[in-house]
């Protein structure tokens, strides 16, 4: 079983639609959760960051921990075609930084 | 706006050149990291650095080193370029581990 999974898609919405990204972990020791987004050519950038269980909103963007579950999720409301991307999870305990494959999407206009 | 430079975006190489990626933050970060991504193998770690002059392996060092001769320099070597090294090279760095990292817009390397 791989640490982090995460659905690789691609995953196609119309847009206006909710996106919901999800990722699985298996280490319960990790601690801090966060979601990038890499466009296409270019590097990830950290879009949101969580610490522990609970949600974190951040103008269309929720994020999402279950920690009981090992479940992280990142949700986008009224999506555009400007948030087509690749969305990678990632998390880390201590010294230990682990992504997921990322989940490419697109919304479609 | 605080950045991570990589020198290339784009790079052709011949079987058994020696390469150099370079790498530049300006946010007196003291980690930094390189990764290759890959279509269906995501993010993999090759080396670390969590101080000037130290160095520690990744996932897949084989066939890679790293010099960190100042804190804000971080580069990678290909000894002997081979096409299975041919991958997006991104340059990370960061402060701590509990708040992310920050990535360069990777170079493109491809060995031919």
């Known amino acids: 079983q791989k640490e982090v999974e995460q659905d690789p898609g691609p995953l196609s919405v119309p847009e206006g639609a909710i996106v919901s990204l999800n990722c699985t972990y298996s280490?319960?020791?990790?601690?801090?959760f966060m979601w990038y987004r890499q466009y296409s050519r270019k590097g990830p950038e950290l879009l949101m960051y969580?610490?522990?269980?609970g949600n974190k909103e951040d103008g269309r963007f929720t994020a999402q921990v279950d920690k009981s579950s090992k479940y992280i999720s990142l949700f986008i409301r009224d999506s555009q075609p400007s948030d087509s991307a690749t969305y990678l999870c990632?998390?880390?305990?201590?010294?230990?930084?682990?992504f997921g494959p990322g989940t490419r999407l697109s919304v479609l206009p | 706006d605080v950045k991570v430079t990589q020198s290339s975006r784009y790079l052709v190489k011949r079987t058994g050149e020696k390469v150099f990626l370079e790498c530049v933050q300006d946010?007196?970060?003291?980690?930094m990291f390189w990764y290759r991504q890959d279509p269906g193998l995501g993010l993999r770690l090759i080396y670390f650095?969590?101080?000037?002059?130290?160095?520690e392996k990744g996932d897949i060092p084989e066939g890679y080193s790293v010099s960190r001769e100042k804190k804000e320099r971080f580069s990678l070597i290909l000894e002997s370029a081979s096409t299975s090294q041919t991958s997006m090279y991104l340059c990370?760095?960061?402060?701590?581990?509990?708040?992310?990292?920050?990535f360069g817009s990777g170079t493109r390397l491809t060995v031919v």
């Open positions: 946010m007196d970060h003291e980690n």
């Open positions: 280490n319960s020791a990790f601690q801090y």
């Open positions: 990632a998390m880390s305990y201590g010294q230990n930084f682990v």
């Open positions: 969580t610490y522990s269980s």
């Open positions: 650095s969590y101080d000037v002059k130290m160095k």
């Open positions: 990370a760095s960061s402060q701590g581990h509990i708040n992310g990292y920050t």
